[in-house]
């Protein structure tokens, strides 16, 4: 069970001096619409002191999304809507309605940007606009496959606003129709697929982090971020993506100004995936062994040989120690030229990655070698960082550096490194993504 109360200002209200039985007629007639719909009300506070107000058991899964309903505006605003045909969806500011076939969710950027700003980056708008301007904003995704499916972005509805009670004057939505929804958890897991699919693809086509709106509940170098490439017309979801993954993927988005989160949160995003391609790379290794015409079973070192390339370092999931799982990884799911494209495309990056920041890592990226394939370095780089972020002595060239602390002047130096393991981490997931499932 959740309250969605929000903050009463009792001052206010009492100085509109409404006509108590104006407001008992509305209560009434709230309260005679949910049970039709068994949906629970409860009068809370304390009718004698004068603050009573009405609260409204919406439904959200197998809870209840309690609602305050304090003043006569409210109360009449609440009365406007069609309220009996909404579920609420997990704890965000989600309804669904399935007779309808449709769900609505409140949306913003996860970094804090101001609605005029993500106006004008999502539907391209460079100028200023109007009440009415804004109410005609669109944009309309149908499912090529030639169903009623359909994603739009849009602005919020009245009837989301207000059962949301949404500080935001004018606030953006995401609409899902057509899916044939019939349960919460459907519901909830289609919003979630769906939304976290299209918003990657704004991410990466306008660099414009984008997330679900949550229910009320309880230096010098530019900011870090990876330059977007021309943007492309949006389409309706094609791929969808692992969700352990792509949580802690904007989990790093919505950390701007926290370098070492963002940082060790990107490498999770990343670690995910190592059971995965050390796998893979493994069974490369031993078939290579097998293959070999002067491998002998009878042998201890040729045996060795194929132990050693399987041999689980520290970990329970993957083949190998964390640094070499780390290697197959990107080996896996990088081209080295798009990499070296990636370092060199801006001057800033390159310049910072050609002298390689002692203060950071020891580990080296030889830019300036043509021809060279920086995977391997790089992967070597990321995990030194990583050791240092979470306070770990690996062997080697780690042991000699100091650990990276926050607010530190080692940690402003992130924000290349993070520049990069964004780039990473992005290609990972696209590698390792997978076509959407459409079918509830």
Known sequence: MTDDL????????????????????????????????????????????????????????????????????????????????????????????????????????????????????????????????????????????????????????????????????????????????????????????????????????????????????????????????????????????????ISLYWYARSASGMPLLQYLAYYQTIEYYFPRYSHADAIRKVRNELKNPAFRRDSDDDISRIVSAVRTGGSSSGFGDERSQLRATILECLDPEELRLFLVSDDERREFFSSSAKSLTAQRVPINKLGADLRTDIADRIYDIRCKIVHTKGGGQEANVELLLPFSREAELLYFDIDLIQYIARKILIAASAPIRLRL
Request: charged content about 30%; proline content about 4%; overall charge neutral.
């Open 6 to 245: 929000g903050t009463i200002d009792l001052q206010n209200d009492n100085e509109k001096e409404e006509n108590p039985s104006e407001v008992a007629a509305a209560e009434e007639q709230i309260a005679e619409r949910c049970k039709v719909v068994q949906i629970p009300v409860e009068v809370r506070g304390s009718s004698a002191d004068g603050i009573s107000f009405l609260a409204v058991g919406m439904p959200c899964g197998k809870e209840r999304r309690w609602l305050s309903l304090w003043g006569l505006e409210r109360l009449k605003e609440f009365l406007s809507i069609p309220f009996e045909k909404y579920t609420f969806l997990g704890s965000y500011e989600a309804v669904c309605a399935y007779k309808e076939d449709y769900i609505e969710a409140s949306i913003e950027t996860i970094n804090r940007s101001s609605l005029f700003l993500l106006v004008r980056r999502l539907f391209k708008r460079n100028t200023a606009m109007s009440e009415t301007d804004l109410a005609d904003l669109r944009i309309e995704l149908a499912d090529s496959t030639g169903t009623p499916r359909k994603v739009t972005v849009e602005l919020v509805s009245s009837d989301l606003a207000i059962l949301t009670r949404s500080r935001r004057r004018y606030g953006l939505a995401i609409r899902i129709s057509g899916f044939g929804a019939a349960r919460h958890d459907q519901a909830l897991n289609l919003l979630e697929r769906i939304s976290n699919s299209l918003f990657f693809q704004i991410d990466m086509t306008q660099n414009l982090p984008l997330g679900l709106v949550r229910g009320r509940s309880s230096s010098r170098r530019r900011v870090s971020g990876v330059r977007s490439p021309a943007r492309a017309d949006l389409e309706f979801p094609q791929m969808e993506y692992h969700e352990v993954p």
